[in-house]
């Protein structure tokens, strides 16, 4: 790895908010000048100022190629995998409960269980469902005699945030570059237990003795740099190292891609899916996460589904909600005043009978995916609407419901045309403060509903 010389450092920090681009034409050709390097610093600290802000904030990072820094997980999601590590490592007398979206109190202390031992078969007793640990000083003991390994090491800032739980931290990857990067980085970010391992992840794997916890991010391109999303498609195949993987910690942590159907990814893994996880931030589903571990009963059971988008969290029991895509029999209310649109992270779980259930709304219609009711719901995970009107797809109708509105937002959900169809019919512009959707109700009508934003 190339360290960054006197003159080079200068130049970032002279010229690190301004355009990269500009830069790469105007910039004065100086001797002792690295300007490809420097330029690479600067587009990187300039993505990190958003997407790692505690790592732009700290002096002397190293930052790699535009193209690693756009794939890199966001602080959020990594510091998501922390909290995850730290809540199913932690001893239930320090473990607190998140209070969950829906109004409803999940914060019932979990049941005492003996301290995790360090052999590869002491499993957990009990499955726990909170977010965050104490904020208590006796956390801080938590890390002590801990260890985990991030086989699939990259550019390291998952494993950067990971590692602050534990003792002993271990990062494996086999390309010699970013090993040098993540030693530089590691260092910087003050984590003295980082140990950095240029070298194959699944060799290290097996030759490796027992952790507290493994995580893995396997590489979703194949061999000619075409994109995968099937998990035998990606390198490391976890399907086929699963075993290994529990032989080898408590707990494995794996990320997947967010296209990936969770049900099919969880029956792959044949009952060692101790958590579901789908993480979105800005409403735009991020990663799939699942946790393995050891089969704590005889017969599997269903894993725990969390439901994340930014600060709002749900979580639910996958075995209560297992027809999660059905219909139920529940009529829409007479009065339909306000529309709710779940987040992307709750779309992707499928949970709509959960969501009629927990938060008291009625589902539009089959497939639509969208919600009405008669009141208010407070702290709703996603967006809320109210309803002004609600028309088919005739003329009157529609005359009625644009009353001579000139611009709109458009969203359909299950609706015979697409957004840019029916912005196009109905000869409006983009923007404004109404929102318009198209859906289908109950009973296969064909409706518009004009709303307001609450």
Known sequence: MTIMNDKTREFVAMHRDEDVRELALK?????????????????????????LPQWASCEGIIYPPHISMEQCSSQFTAQYKSEIAQTLLAPATTVRARVSDSGESDNQTTKSEPQLSDSAESVMQTAKSAFQLSDSPESDTLVAKR???DLTGGFGVDFSYLARGF???????????LCDLAEHNMAALGLDQARIVCGDGVEYLRQMGPVDFIYLDPARRDEHGSRTYAIEDCTPNVLELRDLLLAKSQYTLVKLSPM?????AVADFDGTVREVHIVATGNECKELLLVLGQQVHEEPSAPRVFCVNDNQRIDYDSAAYTQGLRIGGKPLPEAKNYLYEPNASIMKAGCFDLVEERFGVTQVGPSSHLFVSATPVADFPGRGFAIEAIGGMNKKDIKRLLN?????????????????????????????PVYLFGTTMQGCDHVLLRTSKI
Do not use: C
Request: no cysteine.
């Open 404 to 432: 001579g509105t000139k611009q709109a937002n458009i969203a359909v959900r299950n609706f015979p045309l697409t957004a840019p169809q029916l912005r196009k019919k109905l000869k409006l512009a983009d923007g404004g």
């Open 147 to 149: 260890a985990m390994v």
């Open 27 to 51: 910039a004065k050709r100086v001797e002792g000048l690295d300007l490809p390097l420097a330029l690479d610093q600067i587009a990187g600290w300039q993505i990190a100022s958003k997407k």
């Open 167 to 177: 003792s002993q931290a271990t990062y494996v990857e086999r390309q010699r570059h």
């Open 260 to 264: 990936l159907d969770w049900r099919k």
